[in-house]
């Protein structure tokens, strides 16, 4: 049963444009979420953060946007570059009781020059 | 980039063979964690320790042990390999802060079992 889904297992934009990822949850319970990035043969990496207290953060060209009502939040990437093409992995917890991460099955960004 | 190192980075052994991997850290957080990632399967959680001698499984935990004697070493044991436990290791840490706390990885274990 998969908490955490992404739905778009691939993804492809134009350099220069907007990338969109997508991310639905289906515990309410969950009041922080992560989105990394992952290079082939590297570790993930930290990308930006949201609690469920705000429904939007900024960071550079990323930006996420969390609705709770929708349990669905998405990573904006503006504009978009070549490096930026990477699997991203959307993770969520209950930050009150825990610090295990729930994750998705990621989503392969290739952002074309 | 947190501090972090596993090793060995590559292991090719043979299906019955003990293994360990080791994860150390300089930044001196208490949760670390490992993962293993398979294609289809994301990341899932294998066991985590939130401090010296405490640990706790994951999702996956069956046919692996693990060991926390110092803060800053975190062993994943094998006890006997075996084919289904070829995957790619990745170890993470976290301060273990309440209200959103930040998991960063270290650069993975290719592991093969033949």
């Known amino acids: 049963d998969q908490q955490v889904k992404q739905n778009s297992p691939s993804l492809s934009v134009q350099e220069g444009r907007i990338s969109i990822l997508n991310c639905d949850y289906t515990n309410s319970m969950f009041d922080y979420f992560l989105w990394y990035k992952k290079y082939p043969a590297e570790g993930p990496t930290f990308l930006i953060s949201i609690s469920s207290i705000k429904d939007k953060n900024e960071d550079g060209r990323f930006t996420v946007f969390l609705n709770k009502s929708a349990k669905h939040l998405s990573l904006h990437i503006v504009p978009s570059q070549p490096g930026d093409s990477a699997v991203y992995f959307c993770?969520?917890?209950?930050?009150?009781?825990?610090?295990?991460?729930?994750w998705g099955l990621g989503t392969s960004l290739a952002v074309n020059p | 980039d947190a501090g972090i190192t596993q090793s060995p980075r590559h292991k090719v052994t043979e299906t019955g063979t003990p293994v360990t991997l080791r994860c150390h850290q300089t930044e001196n957080h208490r949760y670390m964690y490992w993962y293993r990632q398979d294609p289809g399967h994301g990341l899932r959680l294998i066991h985590y320790s939130y401090g010296v001698k405490d640990t706790d499984k994951g999702e996956v935990s069956d046919g692996y042990s693990v060991s926390r004697s110092k803060t800053e070493d975190f062993l994943l044991t094998l006890e006997s390999a075996t084919s289904s436990q070829t995957s790619v290791y990745f170890c993470?840490?976290?301060?273990?802060?309440?209200?959103?706390?930040?998991?960063?990885f270290g650069p993975g274990t290719r592991l093969t079992v033949l």
């Open positions: 993470a840490i976290s301060q273990g802060q309440r209200g959103g706390d930040t998991q960063y």
């Open positions: 993770a969520a917890n209950n930050a009150g009781n825990n610090r295990k991460l729930i």
